[in-house]
């Protein structure tokens, strides 16, 4: 399995937020790739690995991470700041409440999150399907529907050119 490469992954141990558990998260080294070219809108369409050889993952599906206890899903930096900002705190809050009201939705997600077994477009997907539905639950300010738009975005990045979840961004080896 290529997410156990240590050329281009590293451990890094962290306290959940929601659950206060010590956990491990899988992060892609940002120091194993180059980025190349990115579009006007940020997706990032060319990169260049570091390595002679290139793994059969897509970059894009590496900016969240989710707990494996609470399955709490954030980007790795909101796992390690102590300190978070505003939307952050009520998009926390927002999945405690969720959470232990057994939400039906908030559930489905989860057990979707559950039925693939490593990360990739699918995972990748719910894990921003589930940030959308708790962004959704919060009352709408300028702040809240950037970050609605954002997710969005990501979304269609995931999809861009009809990918699949083998399929790679193009890539230049050394």
């Given at each position: 399995m290529i997410q156990n490469?240590?050329?281009?992954?590293?451990?890094?141990s962290v306290v959940c937020p929601m659950c206060n558990k010590k956990i491990t998260l899988l992060d892609l080294k940002q120091s194993s790739y180059v980025i190349l070219h990115k579009e006007i809108d940020g997706y990032i369409s060319k990169i260049r690995w570091n390595q002679n050889a290139h793994p059969?993952?897509?970059?894009?599906?590496?900016?969240?991470?989710?707990?494996?206890?609470?399955?709490?899903?954030?980007?790795?930096?909101?796992?390690?700041?102590?300190?978070?900002?505003?939307?952050?705190?009520?998009?926390?809050?927002?999945?405690?409440k969720a959470i232990g009201e057994k939400n039906k939705v908030l559930d489905q997600l989860i057990l979707a999150y559950n039925s693939y077994p490593e990360q990739g477009l699918n995972k990748s997907y719910i894990q921003h399907l589930q940030?959308?539905?708790?962004?959704?639950?919060?009352e709408k300010s300028p702040e809240i529907c950037h970050y609605l738009g954002h997710h969005c975005l990501h979304i269609s990045w995931l999809f861009r050119g009809n990918r699949s979840p083998v399929d790679e961004i193009i890539v230049e080896n050394k």
């Open positions: 490469d240590t050329n281009y992954f590293e451990s890094v059969n993952i897509s970059i894009l599906d590496f900016g969240f991470h989710t707990c494996p206890h609470c399955y709490y899903t954030d980007r790795i930096q909101n796992y390690i700041k102590q300190e978070v900002i505003d939307v952050i705190q009520s998009i926390r809050k927002t999945y405690k940030i959308l539905f708790l962004l959704d639950q919060l």
